[in-house]
């Protein structure tokens, strides 16, 4: 049995779960609360599972992996008979993989909360802007993502008309970029596609507000 170690507002773990369900695969959620008791995931029990202190975390059989995307990945390499998370074709695979950490590497890591946390905590800024920072850096990423989508030409998803591994990143970004309130009208191309995306039942079941640990 496969267990997740998740929290359900981080999108990293949410883009876990869409994946798994996706292609289909049980498993068994085992939150880890990210503000509770200074984080859960600095304990050391956690730790031991996941030395980085970050969700999310799956254990497969006797292998813990970690890293949003390389999970993602694996569960496409080991389950081949499930739905594909990359496209076949070289091309194809290589696009999906740009829009992907284009997200994932350019704008999360910057916005994660322990950034947040230390900006404001160590650093000594106020929450405006803390807030500000995190709307920048969504706004700036935005601008590139949303051009590369028009550039891509008219088509359902990110990439053609299959769920791939820049859905699975796209989807978090838009929930946590309107849960900051940021302006999403100068970005049409991202909208319409998190729109088709949003009524898919692995994106919809594994939505923040479905998980056993919502608060």
Known sequence: MR???TYFRSSAAWRVRIALAHKGLPYEAAPIHLLRDGGEQKSARYLALNPQGLV???ADGAQVLSQSLAICEYLDERYPDTPALLPADLLERAKVRA???AIACDIHPINNLRVLQYLKGKLGHSQDEVDEWYLHWIRTGFVGLE???ARLGSQRFCVGEAVSLA????VPQVFNARRFQLDLSPFPHIVAVDAALSGLAAFAD???SWQPDTE
């Open 167 to 170: 859905d699975i990143c796209l």
């Open 56 to 58: 999310p975390a799956l």
């Open 3 to 5: 267990t997740l170690y």
């Open 99 to 101: 829009l992907a950490y």
């Open 147 to 149: 051009a590369e989508l």
């Open 206 to 208: 594994t939505h923040p």
